[in-house]
């Protein structure tokens, strides 16, 4: 218990309640759509730009939020354009993003261990401009979850339906594809690159296990990556374990509870 006096680890409780929330709220968008693998694309492109940023000695911040916007720009158009399937478009792109990460990666001459801070994630070196970066996402994501939760339910649901209905699904279709871009920016370094991915699935395919209701889904995909995060983070203290890993091996294992007593699946087997 010593170690919560210190402010590193004041900051790393703060930073997983907040990215708990991001990933609950943007993982129920990922999951309702079935655009899973957006969150790889995002995470990647994401992590290349950080790499990018190190690599010519500039703003992480910056060249992250760069390098995930303009693939989330790309994603929506050349799926619509090409007339392919959104996970064809997504792979093609994770696949471009991928390999530029590893080619910066390899192309930084010496000291890594930045580097690697984004790919593994490093929790408890946030510093205050982290925290306020994602104060300001989880306040936008939160908003706008909340003004426009009519529209963007239709549009989870059935893009074309949400069109017929007056709404201009295109728009509000990018505006997500923006703000999971830049929540993955957000969260990079409190879990990293690899691992970001897991946290953002799982806690809403778990709440998927439970309900049918889009609020309550919120609620619960909030609860359990909030109790993903803070449950990693205590666990990995005690144990001396990686903390991202932790995280991650934490909402698989909310998740595996969710999948054996969903109610769903009791109905399903019925």
Known sequence: MEIIKYAFFQKAIIACLLSGIICGIIGVWIIVMRISFIGVALSHASFAGALFAILINKSTH???ILFSLITSSVLGPFSEKTQLHPETSTGIMFSLTLGLAFLFL?????GKSQALNYMWGSILTVENLDIYFLLILTFLISILTILFFKEIKALLFNKELAKAFGIHST??????FYLIGLSICGILKTVGGLLLYALIVNPASASYQITYNLKKMYFLSVLFAILSTITGLIFSTIFNTPTSATMVITSSFIFCLCFL?????????E
């Open 62 to 64: 910056f060249f992250s």
């Open 106 to 110: 390899g192309l930084i001459p010496e």
């Open 171 to 176: 728009i509000f279709y990018y505006l997500l």
């Open 261 to 269: 007593f969903s109610p769903k699946r009791k109905i399903r087997n």
